[in-house]
């Protein structure tokens, strides 16, 4: 797959926007286009983000995206049943799924089921799906994800080099 949905995916308040934040070193939100994200050593790879989740805005992500398809792109998405229509977006797009599923959330009393089915839906597509706790530092969850994009867009040839 040449295109990579990268998912927070949680209930309200769970840390998905936190996770980005930590990702980029301050404070991001949804943009009107491509933002670079720097990888460390001196890397960067370009990326949409889009920090509130689809389902709390109440916009699809196609609306979010217009016309343009990024090659990756960051998204919250909320565990809620309208995160379905997010997840079937992404993959009718070709977009691969690297997903953390933020389990429990910061401000969740414990651990969930998957009574909604989501995981079990990304697994029939090509993704990488794990569970982190949003009680813990995020910049954990923030490194993961650094460490993923930065081998996904390697092979890709998709990282610039910062010039000096």
Not at 123 to 144: D, F, M, P, Q
């Amino acid at each position: 797959m040449d295109r990579l949905a990268v998912v927070a995916l949680g209930r309200r308040n769970a840390g998905k926007s936190l996770t980005w934040n930590d990702l980029f070193g301050r404070a991001v939100r949804t943009g009107d286009g491509i933002r670079p994200l720097e990888l460390g050593r001196g890397e960067t790879v370009d990326v949409f983000v889009i920090s509130g989740s689809p389902e709390e805005r109440d916009m699809p992500v196609s609306r979010i995206l217009g016309r343009d398809r990024p090659r990756i792109v960051l998204c919250s998405i909320q565990y809620a049943d309208a995160g379905r229509d997010s997840i079937r977006f992404f993959s009718q797009n070709g977009y691969s799924f690297y997903v953390q599923w933020i389990n429990p959330g910061y401000k969740d009393h414990g651990t969930s089921a998957d009574h909604l089915g989501l995981i079990q839906l990304l697994l029939h597509e090509y993704s990488v799906v794990s569970i982190r706790n949003g009680r813990t530092r995020s910049w954990w969850r923030a490194r993961e994800i650094r460490d993923f994009i930065r081998g996904w867009a390697s092979s890709r040839r998709l990282l610039h080099r910062a010039s000096l």
